[in-house]
């Protein structure tokens, strides 16, 4: 947890914090593009298929909203656990691996499901306006985001969305992996992004995934679809 010696001490400091983030984030990143989107008047099976990853992300970071307030009302509250473990309180040891290990639960839930959703989403955009390119469902992830950075532009950020998509995948796969990174080729790894060298070494775990890296992360995924969307080509091809 970066600076902070605990997760409960990090929570206290960062709860309202955090919370306010996400909230900002849900609202201007993707509720306001949803309204966005719906009033171009599409189709509605075009307006549901651009509409979806904002959506689905969107629950996401609500629900997690809801963890921050479970977090800083209940789990890091003494009292809390003297309420609900009458018969033994655990020390406060105890306590800090079990906020640790719920911690580590939600940030799992969260990256998969933001993950999956965008890799999704590109998938189905592809059966949709280049259905030849897909071999089978099983092509890999790699080959599916190449193909958006090769035949579209996005307003000169093709390297940060580059990182920003290889980043969340990388976290994702090593999150798969109980938390160690084992990459397809055996190579350590280093993605920048945002003038930061995120380290992946082979075998072991990650230390950089804090809530703030991942909030950021889910910001620019909803700002990747967008731009993607006001592309005139990809527009073009996804509304005939």
Do not use: C
Not at 21 to 33: K, M, P, S
């Amino acid at each position: 947890m970066g600076t902070y010696n605990s997760v409960i001490e990090y929570y206290q400091k960062k709860s309202f914090a955090l919370r306010d983030e996400i909230e900002r984030v849900a609202d201007e990143a993707y509720t306001l593009r949803i309204l966005s989107i719906k009033e171009l008047g599409l189709a509605p099976e075009v307006e549901h298929l651009l509409l979806h990853p904002f959506r689905v992300i969107r629950n996401e970071a609500f629900a997690l909203r809801l963890h921050f307030a479970l977090l800083e009302g209940h789990l890091i509250q003494k009292s809390w656990w003297e309420i609900t473990h009458p018969k033994r309180m655990p020390s406060d040891k105890e306590i800090e691996l079990h906020v640790r290990s719920f911690d580590m639960n939600i940030k799992r839930g969260f990256i998969i499901g933001v993950f999956s959703v965008q890799e999704h989403t590109l998938r189905e955009y592809i059966r949709k306006t280049n259905p030849g390119i897909l071999n089978n469902a099983k092509d890999s992830y790699w080959k599916i985001r190449n193909h958006f950075f090769t035949n579209y532009s996005f307003n000169g950020n093709v390297q940060k969305f580059l990182s920003v998509l290889k980043l969340l995948a990388s976290i994702r796969n090593t999150f798969h992996n109980d938390g160690l990174f084992y990459p397809y080729d055996d190579n350590r790894l280093e993605i920048e992004y945002k003038d930061h060298k995120y380290i992946f070494e082979v075998g072991k775990p990650i230390d950089f995934v804090e809530w703030e890296l991942l909030i950021d992360l889910t910001e620019e995924i909803a700002n990747f679809f967008f731009e993607l969307n006001s592309n005139s080509n990809f527009y073009n091809q996804i509304t005939t």
